[in-house]
Protein backbone atom coordinates (compact mmCIF):
# COMPACT_ATOMS: atom_id res chain seq x y z
CA UNK A 1 0.00 0.00 0.00
CA UNK A 2 0.67 3.36 -0.84
CA UNK A 3 2.11 5.63 2.27
CA UNK A 4 -0.60 7.62 3.28
CA UNK A 5 0.77 10.13 6.00
CA UNK A 6 4.04 11.31 7.00
CA UNK A 7 4.70 8.62 9.62
CA UNK A 8 4.60 5.94 6.82
CA UNK A 9 6.95 7.38 4.36
CA UNK A 10 10.21 6.18 4.09
CA UNK A 11 13.21 8.27 5.68
CA UNK A 12 14.53 10.88 4.36
CA UNK A 13 11.88 12.03 1.86
CA UNK A 14 10.26 15.12 0.76
CA UNK A 15 7.72 16.91 1.97
CA UNK A 16 5.82 19.84 0.02
CA UNK A 17 2.87 21.47 1.72
CA UNK A 18 0.20 22.73 -1.21
CA UNK A 19 -1.80 25.11 1.25
CA UNK A 20 2.14 27.33 1.80
CA UNK A 21 3.15 26.56 -2.19
CA UNK A 22 -0.51 27.97 -3.05
CA UNK A 23 -0.44 30.88 -1.11
CA UNK A 24 3.38 32.01 -1.90
CA UNK A 25 2.24 31.89 -5.33
CA UNK A 26 -0.35 34.10 -4.86
CA UNK A 27 1.60 36.73 -3.32
CA UNK A 28 4.08 37.06 -5.82
CA UNK A 29 1.55 37.02 -8.51
CA UNK A 30 -0.24 40.04 -6.75
CA UNK A 31 3.12 41.31 -6.32
CA UNK A 32 3.50 41.53 -10.05
CA UNK A 33 0.46 42.63 -10.97
CA UNK A 34 0.40 45.43 -8.55
CA UNK A 35 3.88 46.75 -9.94
CA UNK A 36 2.71 46.34 -13.69
CA UNK A 37 4.95 43.34 -15.04
CA UNK A 38 4.38 39.69 -15.76
CA UNK A 39 5.52 37.29 -14.03
CA UNK A 40 7.27 34.46 -15.62
CA UNK A 41 8.08 31.63 -13.15
CA UNK A 42 11.54 30.36 -12.81
CA UNK A 43 11.24 26.52 -12.25
CA UNK A 44 14.77 25.87 -11.56
CA UNK A 45 13.95 24.47 -7.66
CA UNK A 46 10.68 23.12 -8.59
CA UNK A 47 11.10 20.67 -11.78
CA UNK A 48 7.67 19.88 -11.56
CA UNK A 49 4.94 20.24 -13.57
CA UNK A 50 2.21 19.92 -10.88
CA UNK A 51 4.03 22.82 -9.61
CA UNK A 52 4.41 24.65 -12.93
CA UNK A 53 0.76 24.26 -13.54
CA UNK A 54 -0.06 26.15 -10.39
CA UNK A 55 2.58 29.20 -10.60
CA UNK A 56 1.69 30.22 -14.59
CA UNK A 57 -2.52 29.87 -13.16
CA UNK A 58 -3.56 33.40 -14.15
CA UNK A 59 -0.03 34.59 -15.67
CA UNK A 60 0.99 34.70 -19.71
CA UNK A 61 2.07 30.88 -19.34
CA UNK A 62 6.09 31.45 -19.69
CA UNK A 63 8.69 29.98 -17.76
CA UNK A 64 12.52 30.20 -16.91
CA UNK A 65 14.51 27.06 -16.46
CA UNK A 66 18.05 26.15 -15.96
CA UNK A 67 19.05 23.25 -17.63
CA UNK A 68 17.68 22.10 -21.46
CA UNK A 69 16.59 18.91 -19.30
CA UNK A 70 14.14 21.20 -17.68
CA UNK A 71 13.61 22.35 -21.22
CA UNK A 72 13.06 19.42 -22.84
CA UNK A 73 10.35 18.10 -20.24
CA UNK A 74 8.05 21.53 -19.88
CA UNK A 75 8.14 21.21 -23.58
CA UNK A 76 7.06 17.53 -23.33
CA UNK A 77 3.83 18.57 -21.08
CA UNK A 78 2.68 21.23 -23.23
CA UNK A 79 4.20 24.41 -22.18
CA UNK A 80 5.25 26.61 -25.10
CA UNK A 81 7.30 29.44 -23.84
CA UNK A 82 10.16 28.94 -21.94
CA UNK A 83 13.48 30.93 -21.47
CA UNK A 84 16.68 28.76 -20.67
CA UNK A 85 18.09 31.03 -18.04
CA UNK A 86 21.63 30.27 -18.24
CA UNK A 87 24.48 31.22 -21.11
CA UNK A 88 24.00 29.12 -24.09
CA UNK A 89 26.90 26.94 -25.95
CA UNK A 90 26.94 26.48 -29.80
CA UNK A 91 26.73 22.80 -29.23
CA UNK A 92 23.33 22.66 -27.27
CA UNK A 93 21.81 24.23 -29.99
CA UNK A 94 20.75 21.08 -32.29
CA UNK A 95 19.43 19.95 -28.72
CA UNK A 96 17.51 23.02 -28.57
CA UNK A 97 16.23 23.07 -32.09
CA UNK A 98 15.13 19.45 -31.19
CA UNK A 99 12.75 21.09 -28.61
CA UNK A 100 11.28 23.52 -30.40
CA UNK A 101 10.51 21.11 -32.95
CA UNK A 102 8.30 19.69 -30.01
CA UNK A 103 5.87 23.16 -30.37
CA UNK A 104 7.57 25.29 -27.60
CA UNK A 105 9.57 28.47 -28.42
CA UNK A 106 12.87 28.87 -26.27
CA UNK A 107 14.37 32.04 -25.51
CA UNK A 108 18.40 32.00 -25.27
CA UNK A 109 20.59 33.85 -23.87
CA UNK A 110 24.14 35.02 -24.41
CA UNK A 111 26.85 37.38 -22.73
CA UNK A 112 29.36 36.93 -25.91
CA UNK A 113 29.78 38.24 -29.33
CA UNK A 114 31.44 34.57 -30.58
CA UNK A 115 28.86 33.01 -29.49
CA UNK A 116 25.96 35.35 -31.35
CA UNK A 117 28.08 34.77 -34.48
CA UNK A 118 27.80 30.98 -33.76
CA UNK A 119 24.13 30.80 -32.89
CA UNK A 120 23.10 32.78 -36.16
CA UNK A 121 25.26 30.31 -38.29
CA UNK A 122 24.11 27.56 -36.71
CA UNK A 123 20.88 28.37 -37.18
CA UNK A 124 21.03 28.72 -40.85
CA UNK A 125 22.24 25.00 -40.87
CA UNK A 126 19.89 23.96 -38.48
CA UNK A 127 17.44 25.72 -40.85
CA UNK A 128 15.55 26.92 -37.09
CA UNK A 129 14.73 30.12 -35.80
CA UNK A 130 16.49 31.06 -32.48
CA UNK A 131 15.15 33.83 -30.40
CA UNK A 132 18.08 35.18 -28.42
CA UNK A 133 18.39 37.87 -25.04
CA UNK A 134 21.41 39.57 -24.08
CA UNK A 135 22.24 39.18 -20.60
CA UNK A 136 23.46 42.29 -18.43
CA UNK A 137 25.70 42.35 -15.55
CA UNK A 138 24.00 44.12 -12.59
CA UNK A 139 26.57 44.32 -10.26
CA UNK A 140 27.19 40.28 -9.29
CA UNK A 141 29.95 39.76 -11.33
CA UNK A 142 28.98 36.30 -12.51
CA UNK A 143 28.10 36.95 -16.28
CA UNK A 144 26.80 38.98 -18.38
CA UNK A 145 28.23 42.38 -19.70
CA UNK A 146 27.82 45.44 -18.66
CA UNK A 147 24.82 48.02 -20.34
CA UNK A 148 27.15 50.52 -21.69
CA UNK A 149 29.49 47.96 -23.46
CA UNK A 150 29.95 48.18 -26.99
CA UNK A 151 29.07 44.30 -26.75
CA UNK A 152 25.94 45.26 -25.95
CA UNK A 153 24.89 46.82 -29.12
CA UNK A 154 26.94 44.64 -31.19
CA UNK A 155 25.40 41.64 -29.92
CA UNK A 156 21.71 43.04 -30.90
CA UNK A 157 22.86 44.47 -34.14
CA UNK A 158 24.00 40.92 -34.99
CA UNK A 159 20.75 39.36 -34.08
CA UNK A 160 18.70 42.03 -35.77
CA UNK A 161 20.53 41.55 -38.94
CA UNK A 162 20.30 37.75 -39.01
CA UNK A 163 18.36 35.20 -41.26
CA UNK A 164 17.59 32.78 -38.73
CA UNK A 165 17.94 34.27 -35.23
CA UNK A 166 16.06 36.90 -33.58
CA UNK A 167 16.76 39.61 -30.99
CA UNK A 168 14.13 39.26 -27.90
CA UNK A 169 15.89 42.00 -25.08
CA UNK A 170 17.50 42.18 -22.40
CA UNK A 171 17.72 40.30 -18.90
CA UNK A 172 19.61 40.63 -15.77
CA UNK A 173 19.96 38.57 -12.17
CA UNK A 174 20.39 40.49 -8.94
CA UNK A 175 21.74 37.27 -6.98
CA UNK A 176 23.79 39.77 -4.99
CA UNK A 177 20.69 40.40 -3.61
CA UNK A 178 21.18 37.01 -1.47
CA UNK A 179 23.71 39.34 0.22
CA UNK A 180 21.40 41.37 1.78
CA UNK A 181 20.83 41.81 5.49
CA UNK A 182 18.15 44.81 5.20
CA UNK A 183 14.95 45.50 3.10
CA UNK A 184 16.31 48.77 2.75
CA UNK A 185 19.57 47.28 1.05
CA UNK A 186 17.16 44.88 -1.25
CA UNK A 187 15.54 47.82 -2.31
CA UNK A 188 19.26 49.56 -3.63
CA UNK A 189 19.94 46.39 -5.30
CA UNK A 190 16.47 45.99 -7.24
CA UNK A 191 16.71 49.86 -8.39
CA UNK A 192 20.43 48.98 -9.91
CA UNK A 193 19.10 45.85 -11.19
CA UNK A 194 16.11 47.95 -13.13
CA UNK A 195 18.49 50.58 -14.19
CA UNK A 196 20.88 48.42 -15.47
CA UNK A 197 17.91 46.18 -17.80
CA UNK A 198 16.29 49.33 -18.63
CA UNK A 199 19.08 51.73 -19.66
CA UNK A 200 20.20 48.76 -21.71
CA UNK A 201 17.18 48.77 -23.46
CA UNK A 202 16.76 52.28 -24.03
CA UNK A 203 20.59 52.37 -25.41
CA UNK A 204 19.89 49.57 -27.66
CA UNK A 205 16.56 51.17 -29.03
CA UNK A 206 18.38 54.71 -29.57
CA UNK A 207 20.30 52.51 -32.17
CA UNK A 208 17.36 51.87 -33.99
CA UNK A 209 16.76 48.12 -32.74
CA UNK A 210 13.69 46.86 -31.11
CA UNK A 211 13.84 45.60 -27.70
CA UNK A 212 10.45 44.14 -26.76
CA UNK A 213 11.84 42.37 -23.55
CA UNK A 214 13.27 43.51 -20.19
CA UNK A 215 13.72 40.94 -17.71
CA UNK A 216 14.85 40.81 -14.47
CA UNK A 217 14.81 37.97 -11.86
CA UNK A 218 15.68 37.07 -7.77
CA UNK A 219 12.98 36.56 -5.29
CA UNK A 220 14.08 39.59 -3.00
CA UNK A 221 14.33 42.14 -5.97
CA UNK A 222 11.25 41.16 -7.32
CA UNK A 223 9.41 41.49 -4.13
CA UNK A 224 11.03 44.86 -2.85
CA UNK A 225 11.70 46.91 -5.82
CA UNK A 226 10.24 50.35 -5.31
CA UNK A 227 9.46 50.86 -9.15
CA UNK A 228 9.57 48.16 -12.16
CA UNK A 229 9.07 51.51 -14.26
CA UNK A 230 10.25 49.87 -17.83
CA UNK A 231 10.69 46.59 -16.72
CA UNK A 232 8.59 43.91 -19.12
CA UNK A 233 8.46 40.96 -16.95
CA UNK A 234 10.17 39.61 -13.20
CA UNK A 235 11.72 35.96 -12.64
CA UNK A 236 11.83 34.51 -9.49
CA UNK A 237 12.15 31.45 -8.43
CA UNK A 238 12.50 30.02 -4.82
CA UNK A 239 9.05 32.17 -3.35
CA UNK A 240 7.35 28.95 -4.13
CA UNK A 241 8.61 27.11 -1.60
CA UNK A 242 10.74 29.26 0.81
CA UNK A 243 13.56 28.17 2.65
CA UNK A 244 15.53 29.36 6.24
CA UNK A 245 18.15 31.79 4.53
CA UNK A 246 15.14 33.49 2.72
CA UNK A 247 13.21 33.93 6.25
CA UNK A 248 16.46 35.68 7.18
CA UNK A 249 16.64 38.08 4.54
CA UNK A 250 12.90 39.13 5.38
CA UNK A 251 11.67 37.38 1.65
CA UNK A 252 9.54 34.80 3.52
CA UNK A 253 8.73 34.29 6.85
CA UNK A 254 9.11 30.29 8.76
CA UNK A 255 5.00 29.84 8.66
CA UNK A 256 5.75 30.35 4.77
CA UNK A 257 8.00 26.78 4.11
CA UNK A 258 6.77 24.99 2.10
CA UNK A 259 9.37 22.36 1.70
CA UNK A 260 10.66 20.03 4.68
CA UNK A 261 12.21 16.88 4.96
CA UNK A 262 11.18 14.41 7.18
CA UNK A 263 14.02 12.46 8.82
CA UNK A 264 14.65 9.95 11.96
CA UNK A 265 16.30 10.12 14.51
CA UNK A 266 19.09 7.64 14.18
CA UNK A 267 21.57 7.40 17.21
CA UNK A 268 21.99 9.32 20.21
CA UNK A 269 25.20 10.72 21.81
CA UNK A 270 23.93 11.36 25.47
CA UNK A 271 27.39 12.16 27.07
CA UNK A 272 27.86 15.01 24.80
CA UNK A 273 23.36 15.57 24.28
CA UNK A 274 23.14 15.70 21.04
CA UNK A 275 21.46 13.05 18.22
CA UNK A 276 21.45 12.22 14.75
CA UNK A 277 19.16 11.51 12.33
CA UNK A 278 19.45 9.60 8.75
CA UNK A 279 19.50 13.09 7.06
CA UNK A 280 23.15 14.23 6.13
CA UNK A 281 24.78 16.46 3.16
CA UNK A 282 23.10 14.55 0.78
CA UNK A 283 19.29 15.25 1.79
CA UNK A 284 19.70 18.26 3.08
CA UNK A 285 22.80 20.15 1.06
CA UNK A 286 26.09 21.66 2.50
CA UNK A 287 24.57 25.28 1.81
CA UNK A 288 25.29 27.18 4.67
CA UNK A 289 23.75 30.60 3.41
CA UNK A 290 22.88 31.76 6.96
CA UNK A 291 26.14 31.30 8.14
CA UNK A 292 27.67 33.96 10.19
CA UNK A 293 23.94 35.99 10.19
CA UNK A 294 22.16 36.42 14.00
CA UNK A 295 20.17 33.55 13.61
CA UNK A 296 21.92 30.80 12.06
CA UNK A 297 20.41 27.20 11.80
CA UNK A 298 22.91 25.63 10.60
CA UNK A 299 21.79 22.97 7.70
CA UNK A 300 18.06 23.11 8.81
CA UNK A 301 15.72 24.20 11.35
CA UNK A 302 14.64 20.91 13.34
CA UNK A 303 10.48 20.50 14.17
CA UNK A 304 8.54 17.91 15.55
CA UNK A 305 7.11 15.82 12.86
CA UNK A 306 3.97 17.69 12.32
CA UNK A 307 5.66 20.95 11.99
CA UNK A 308 5.65 22.08 15.76
CA UNK A 309 8.23 24.23 16.81
CA UNK A 310 10.37 22.98 19.91
CA UNK A 311 10.55 24.86 23.12
CA UNK A 312 14.04 26.17 22.34
CA UNK A 313 14.87 26.48 18.19
CA UNK A 314 16.88 23.37 17.55
CA UNK A 315 19.05 22.85 14.28
CA UNK A 316 21.31 20.41 12.08
CA UNK A 317 24.55 21.79 13.27
CA UNK A 318 26.95 19.32 11.50
CA UNK A 319 26.18 17.36 8.63
CA UNK A 320 27.77 14.22 7.36
CA UNK A 321 27.30 12.21 4.06
CA UNK A 322 24.14 10.76 5.57
CA UNK A 323 23.49 11.60 8.84
CA UNK A 324 22.82 15.23 10.52
CA UNK A 325 24.22 16.02 13.81
CA UNK A 326 21.63 18.13 16.38
CA UNK A 327 22.37 19.43 19.49
CA UNK A 328 19.69 19.30 22.06
CA UNK A 329 18.75 22.22 23.24
CA UNK A 330 16.06 23.40 25.93
CA UNK A 331 16.09 20.90 28.62
CA UNK A 332 15.58 18.19 26.11
CA UNK A 333 17.45 15.00 26.55
CA UNK A 334 17.72 12.08 24.04
CA UNK A 335 15.15 10.17 26.32
CA UNK A 336 12.70 12.86 24.96
CA UNK A 337 13.79 11.55 21.09
CA UNK A 338 14.22 7.79 20.77
CA UNK A 339 15.95 6.14 17.66
CA UNK A 340 12.94 6.18 15.59
CA UNK A 341 11.54 9.17 16.12
CA UNK A 342 10.13 11.07 13.20
CA UNK A 343 11.14 14.98 13.04
CA UNK A 344 10.97 17.34 10.38
CA UNK A 345 13.56 19.63 9.29
CA UNK A 346 13.00 23.25 7.41
CA UNK A 347 16.12 23.24 4.90
CA UNK A 348 18.71 26.13 4.46
CA UNK A 349 18.70 26.29 0.95
CA UNK A 350 15.95 24.50 -0.84
CA UNK A 351 17.22 24.58 -3.98
CA UNK A 352 19.93 22.22 -2.99
CA UNK A 353 17.96 20.33 -0.62
CA UNK A 354 14.82 19.30 -3.27
CA UNK A 355 18.12 18.53 -6.22
CA UNK A 356 18.67 14.76 -4.39
CA UNK A 357 14.54 13.74 -4.82
CA UNK A 358 12.50 12.59 -7.59
CA UNK A 359 8.97 13.60 -5.84
CA UNK A 360 7.55 15.77 -3.23
CA UNK A 361 5.22 14.08 -0.98
CA UNK A 362 2.08 16.76 -0.88
CA UNK A 363 0.84 17.41 2.43
CA UNK A 364 -2.10 20.20 3.28
CA UNK A 365 -1.50 22.41 6.43
CA UNK A 366 -4.81 23.46 5.97
CA UNK A 367 -6.19 19.94 5.94
CA UNK A 368 -6.38 18.67 9.25
CA UNK A 369 -2.64 18.40 10.87
CA UNK A 370 -0.86 18.47 7.79
CA UNK A 371 0.55 15.37 7.85
CA UNK A 372 -2.05 12.92 5.49
CA UNK A 373 -0.03 12.35 2.00
CA UNK A 374 -2.97 13.84 -0.62
CA UNK A 375 -0.76 12.99 -3.37
CA UNK A 376 2.90 12.70 -4.81
CA UNK A 377 4.10 14.57 -7.73
CA UNK A 378 7.36 13.57 -9.61
CA UNK A 379 9.97 15.74 -10.37
CA UNK A 380 12.81 16.08 -12.75
CA UNK A 381 16.81 16.15 -12.16
CA UNK A 382 20.04 16.53 -14.16
CA UNK A 383 21.05 17.77 -17.54
Known amino acids: MPPTTIFDLPTPSLILDRAKLVRNLRRMADTARR????LRPHLKT???????????????????????????????????DIQYAACIIPDQLARVADIQRLGSRITLITDSVEVTRAICSMSRELDETFRVQVELDCGE??????PDSEELIEIARILDEASHATFSGVMTHAGHSYQCRTIAEIEEVAEAERHTAVSAAERIRRHGIACATVSIGSTPTALYARSLDGVTEVRPGVYMFGDMFQAQINSCSVDDLAISVIAEVSSHHAAMNRLLVNAGALALSKDRSTENMPNDIGFGLVTEADGQPFKAPMKVARV???????????????E????????????????????????????????????????????INGW
Open 35 to 38: KGVQ
Open 336 to 379: QLPVGTRLRIYPNHVCMTAAMYDQYHLVDSEQGDGCEIIAIWPR
Open 46 to 80: AKSIDVARLAIEGQSGGIAVSTLKEAEFFASQGIQ
Open 141 to 146: GRSGVF
Open 320 to 334: YQEHGQIPLLGGMSC
